[in-house]
C-alpha cells in the first residue's frame, strides 16, 4: 500500500486547493473524501462565484476592488465579528489566486443574468461549482494526487499535540493510515440534525440544508473532543429563506426566491414580522433565514399579486395562485380572514407609489404601520394572487476550528505541528456571524493553499 | 411533436432558469434564460440550439441520483429528433430512419442495386469516362430529382418548424451571424473555447468540434466538386473526365479525404461517449449515417483510384448507390439536423437583433 505524505479530509474546494498546492511541492497526498462520486464536492459544488480584490481589470472583473472596500463589506455583514488579521489576508491573497485558479483548470465567465450587481467583485465560474470541482480533480490527478471517494473518516489520533493516526472505512472495511501530516477540510456540521438541534432547539428540525447532506461534522466533532481549540458559536450559521418545497438537503442555489422585496410576508398566524423592504434583496436575503427561523413553526409565506410577479428571477416551483386571498390563504393553510385584514391594513398604510422602482431603494414606505415596509411598498390588490412558503435554509455552520495565519490547528498547549485546516471547518475563526457572497470560496481557496504549502513544508 | 418529450424539456428548463450557472457555455442558456415560461415553439427552437457538447451535464449540480434528474443534453436531443421527424415531409418517410441504423443500411443495398440494374439496363450510349459505363443522360435523370426533391422536402420541413418557433423576416445581418456561428462550430467550442465534454466524461476536448468540422468542410468540398463540375460541363462544354488539377478533382479528392477521415474520427469519439447523454434511441441510426457519409467520401476517392481499372463499373455503381441513398434520406436521417440547426441559429440571431 502506498505510503503517503499528506492526508486530505473532504473533498471540496479547499481540500482540493491543500491538496494540489501539496503535490505540486512534492508531497504524496491521498483525498479521503467521504462523499461517492456523484456528490463529490461538498458544497463547492453549489457554489458559483469567488469574491476577489483587484487593483485593476482581473479576469472577468472590472474596475478595481481595493482590499478597503472589500473588508469594509465584510464588517458590515458580520457587523464587525471577524477576525481583522486573518480577513485581510483571505482578501489580499485573492487577487493572486485567480490566476492560479485559471492555470489550475477554472474557467470564469461574465457575470450571470440578474446577478449585474457582483460584477465587480466577484468571479462567476462557467458552469457553477460543480465544473470548478471537476477541473480541479482533473488536476490533482495529474499531480498524482490519489482519491478515495466514499471513504469515511471515523476518527484522528491525536497525542503529543501530533496526529498519530488516521481512521477510516472504505468498501465496508476499517482502514488505518499514518501519514506524517493531515489537513482537515471537510466542512461543517450542519447535516447532522441532532447537533443543530443541540444548538438551536426543536426549531432545528424544520430546517432545509442547501448543500451536501455529506457535512456531518464527524471529523471536527472527534477533534473537538480531543481538546483542539474551537472557535465559533453554534448557533451561527449562514442560513437564508428558501422555497419551502425544496429537498431537504442539496436543493442548491434553484430554491432561493428573489420575491421578498415586492411581497409582504406572513407567518403562520398570518401577521406580519419584518420590514420587506429594508434593502435591495442581495443585501438581504442572508437575514432572512434566521427571521423565519424565529416564527412559529419556522415557516413564512410571501404574498404577492400579479402587479409584481414577473419583477424578480423565475422560480424552480410554480407560486401557488389564487383569484382571492381567501383561496391563497387556503392554499397556505392559514386563516383567510386574517390575511385578509394583514393585508387590508398593510394597503391602508401604502401611499404614493408612483416613485416605485424594482431595482433601486426607492422610499416607497407605509406610514403608521408596524412594522414598516419602507421601500417597495406597493398595495396588494391586483388578482390572482400568489404566494411562496419560506423555510430556513442553511449553507454552513461557523462552529469550527480555530486556526492561525498558518492555518494551523492548536490545542490549548500549542500548535498541533501535523494538523492543519481549510475551508468551512474553519470559516468560524474569521467570520462570526453574516456572510458575503463569495466570501466561503475566497476562505476555502486562500486557507486550502496555506494548509497545502505548510503541510508540505512539513511533511517534506 | 411527442407531449412527453416536451413536456420533460420544459420541466428541466424551468429548473436551469432558476440555476443559471451554465450561461456561458453555449446559444441555448441566453435564449432560454430571456423567457419566463415556454411554449412547445420555444422548447422546440432550444432543442435545435443545443449541439450536444454536454457542458451543462458535466457541471450540472441537479444531476442523477439528485431527485430533480437533469439531463438537459438528452431531453433536448430527444426534442430535436422529435421535431426533424414532425416536420418532415413526406410523413410516412419520417420515422423510418433516425431510428433505424438498418433501415439506412437497407436503402444503401437498395441503392447499390438501382445503380448495377441501371449501368446494366441503360448503359454508355458511347461516352467516355464513367459516362463509358453509365451515360451523361441516364446520371442526371437519376441525380437531378435524387437531389432536387429532398431539398423541397427539406424546405417543407423548415417553414413548419420556422412558423413554429415564430421566425420573421430574414435580414442579411442575421444570415451573417448565424452563419458565422455554424462555421466555426462555436457551441461546440463552449463560451470558454476549450471545447466539449463528449469523449471523456468531464475532460474538454476540441476532438468532436474538430471531427464534426471536417465533416462538414469535407462535405461542401465534395459539394462544390460536383458544383464546378457541372458548371463546367454546361456553361463551358467541358464534360468530363478531368485531369487531377482541375478544379473538381482538387476539391473532390481533398474534400473526400477530409471527409472520410472525419467520418472515422466522429464514429470513433461516439463510441467512446456516453448514449446516455444523447437520444439514445437514434444511436444506431446515427452511427449508420455517419458510416454512409463516411462511405460516399471513400467509394468517391476509390472510384477516382481505379477509374481506369475493369473494376471502375462497380466501384461506380457502389459510389453512385452509396450517394444517391444520401440525398434521398437527407431529410429523414442526421443530415437534416444541419439544416435545422442553421435555422434555429438564424432564428437566435432574430431575438438579440
Given at each position: 500500500m502506498t505510503h503517503y505524505d499528506i492526508a486530505v479530509i473532504g473533498g471540496g474546494n479547499a481540500a482540493l486547493c491543500a491538496a494540489m498546492t501539496a503535490a505540486e511541492s512534492g508531497a504524496k497526498v491521498l483525498i479521503l473524501e467521504t462523499a461517492p462520486k456523484a456528490y463529490r464536492g461538498g458544497n463547492s459544488r453549489h457554489t458559483r462565484n469567488f469574491r476577489c480584490m483587484h487593483t485593476g481589470p482581473l479576469g472577468p472583473l472590472v474596475e478595481t476592488y481595493s482590499e478597503d472596500e472589500y473588508f469594509e463589506d465584510l464588517l458590515k455583514v458580520t457587523?464587525?465579528?471577524?477576525?481583522?488579521?486573518?480577513?485581510?489576508?483571505?482578501?489580499?491573497?485573492?487577487?493572486?489566486?485567480?490566476?492560479?485558479?485559471?492555470?489550475?483548470?477554472?474557467?470564469?465567465?461574465?457575470?450571470?443574468?440578474?446577478?449585474?450587481?457582483?460584477?465587480?467583485?466577484?468571479?462567476?465560474?462557467?458552469?457553477?461549482?460543480?465544473?470548478?470541482?471537476?477541473?480541479?480533480?482533473?488536476?490533482?490527478?495529474?499531480?498524482?494526487?490519489?482519491?478515495?471517494?466514499?471513504?469515511?473518516?471515523?476518527?484522528?489520533e491525536l497525542s503529543e499535540n501530533a496526529v498519530q493516526w488516521v481512521d477510516y472505512?472504505?468498501?465496508?472495511?476499517?482502514?488505518?493510515?499514518?501519514?506524517?501530516?493531515?489537513?482537515?477540510?471537510?466542512?461543517?456540521?450542519?447535516?447532522?440534525?441532532?447537533?443543530?438541534?443541540?444548538?438551536?432547539?426543536?426549531?432545528?428540525?424544520?430546517f432545509l440544508i442547501r448543500g451536501t447532506p455529506y457535512n456531518r461534522g464527524i471529523v471536527l466533532a472527534d477533534l473537538l473532543e480531543q481538546g483542539v481549540s474551537q472557535v465559533g458559536d453554534a448557533d451561527q450559521c449562514h442560513a437564508v429563506a428558501i422555497d419551502g418545497r425544496a429537498p431537504k438537503y442539496d436543493g442548491g442555489i434553484v430554491t432561493r426566491l428573489d420575491c421578498v422585496p415586492f411581497s409582504i410576508v406572513v407567518n403562520k398566524d398570518a401577521e406580519r414580522f419584518y420590514d420587506e423592504g429594508e434593502d435591495v434583496w442581495p443585501k438581504r436575503y442572508a437575514i432572512w433565514g434566521r427571521l423565519v427561523a424565529a416564527q412559529p413553526d419556522q415557516v413564512g409565506h410571501v404574498v404577492i399579486d400579479s402587479k409584481s410577479i414577473d419583477l424578480f428571477m423565475p422560480s424552480v416551483f410554480p407560486p401557488l395562485k389564487a383569484d382571492t386571498l381567501e383561496e391563497l390563504a387556503a392554499l397556505m393553510d392559514i386563516d383567510g380572514a386574517k390575511l385578509k385584514d394583514t393585508v387590508e391594513t398593510f394597503n391602508t398604510a401604502c401611499g404614493d407609489t408612483s416613485d416605485f422602482h424594482p431595482t433601486e431603494l426607492d422610499g416607497v414606505a407605509t406610514s403608521g404601520l408596524s412594522p414598516a415596509k419602507t421601500n417597495w411598498a406597493r398595495p396588494i390588490t391586483d388578482p390572482p394572487f400568489y404566494g411562496y412558503s419560506l423555510r430556513t435554509g442553511v449553507t454552513f455552520t461557523y462552529l469550527g476550528l480555530k486556526v492561525d495565519e498558518n492555518a494551523q490547528c492548536s490545542t490549548d498547549t500549542g500548535p498541533i505541528k501535523n494538523l492543519w485546516a481549510a475551508g468551512e471547518t474553519m470559516a468560524g475563526s474569521i467570520l462570526g456571524q453574516g456572510y458575503l457572497a463569495g466570501y466561503g470560496m475566497t476562505i476555502g481557496t486562500v486557507f486550502g493553499r496555506i494548509a497545502g504549502r505548510e503541510a508540505a513544508a512539513y511533511a517534506n | 411533436m411527442q407531449t412527453d418529450l416536451i413536456q420533460e424539456a420544459r420541466r428541466q428548463a424551468e429548473i436551469c432558469n432558476a440555476c443559471r450557472y451554465c450561461e456561458g457555455y453555449c446559444s441555448v442558456f441566453p435564449a432560454l434564460h430571456a423567457n419566463r415560461a415556454f411554449t412547445d415553439g420555444d422548447i422546440t427552437q432550444l432543442a435545435n440550439l443545443c449541439h450536444n457538447c454536454r457542458g451543462c451535464y458535466y457541471a450540472c449540480q441537479y444531476t442523477a441520483p439528485h431527485e430533480f434528474d437533469l439531463n438537459l443534453p438528452a431531453a433536448l436531443a430527444e426534442v430535436r429528433r422529435d421535431s426533424w421527424e414532425s416536420y418532415a415531409w413526406p410523413q410516412p418517410l419520417a420515422r423510418r430512419f433516425h431510428t433505424h441504423g438498418a433501415a439506412i443500411v437497407t436503402a444503401l443495398v437498395v441503392g447499390f442495386a438501382l445503380l448495377f440494374a441501371a449501368i446494366k439496363m441503360i448503359g454508355s450510349a458511347g461516352g467516355e469516362g464513367f459516362y463509358a459505363a453509365l451515360s451523361h443522360n441516364a446520371m442526371v435523370a437519376i441525380f437531378a430529382p435524387a437531389f432536387l426533391l429532398p431539398l423541397a422536402s427539406l424546405g417543407i420541413g423548415l417553414r413548419r418548424y420556422w412558423h413554429d418557433v415564430g421566425g420573421i423576416g430574414i435580414r442579411i445581418s442575421h444570415l451573417t451571424k448565424a452563419f458565422g456561428r455554424a462555421a466555426k462550430m462555436k457551441d461546440l467550442a463552449a463560451g470558454h473555447g476549450d471545447g466539449c465534454n463528449f469523449e471523456d466524461e468531464d475532460r474538454f476536448s476540441q476532438g468532436r468540434r474538430h471531427v464534426h468540422q471536417a465533416i462538414m468542410y469535407g462535405f461542401l468540398l465534395c459539394f462544390a466538386s460536383t458544383s464546378t463540375a457541372t458548371v463546367m460541363h454546361y456553361v463551358f462544354d467541358m464534360p468530363a473526365p478531368y485531369p487531377l488539377l482541375s478544379l473538381p478533382k482538387l476539391l473532390g479528392v481533398v474534400g473526400g479525404i477530409i471527409l472520410t477521415l472525419g467520418c472515422i474520427g466522429m464514429i470513433m469519439l461516439k463510441r467512446k461517449s456516453d448514449p446516455t447523454l444523447g437520444d439514445a434511441k437514434a444511436w444506431g441510426g446515427d452511427m449508420a449515417f455517419v458510416a454512409l457519409l463516411g462511405f460516399v467520401g471513400f467509394s468517391g476517392l476509390a472510384l477516382y483510384a481505379l477509374g481506369a481499372s475493369t473494376a471502375m463499373p462497380a466501384l461506380l455503381a457502389i459510389h453512385l448507390g452509396a450517394v444517391l441513398t444520401f440525398f434521398l434520406l437527407t431529410p429523414f436521417t442526421k443530415m437534416a439536423h444541419g439544416f435545422y440547426r442553421l435555422a434555429a441559429l438564424i432564428r437566435d440571431a432574430q431575438r438579440v437583433s
Open positions: 457587523k464587525g465579528k471577524t477576525n481583522e488579521a486573518l480577513a485581510r489576508l483571505a482578501i489580499r491573497t485573492s487577487e493572486e489566486c485567480l490566476p492560479w485558479m485559471q492555470d489550475h483548470g477554472v474557467r470564469f465567465q461574465p457575470s450571470l443574468s440578474g446577478t449585474l450587481s457582483l460584477g465587480r467583485t466577484n468571479a462567476f465560474f462557467m458552469g457553477g461549482g460543480k465544473s470548478l470541482v471537476n477541473a480541479y480533480y482533473r488536476t490533482a490527478d495529474k499531480l498524482g494526487v490519489d482519491v478515495l471517494y466514499e471513504a469515511a473518516v471515523t476518527h484522528l472505512t472504505h468498501e465496508g472495511k476499517s482502514h488505518r493510515i499514518t501519514p506524517k501530516a493531515v489537513v482537515v477540510a471537510s466542512g461543517g456540521f450542519q447535516a447532522d440534525t441532532d447537533w443543530l438541534t443541540r444548538a438551536w432547539g426543536p426549531a432545528a428540525q424544520n | -
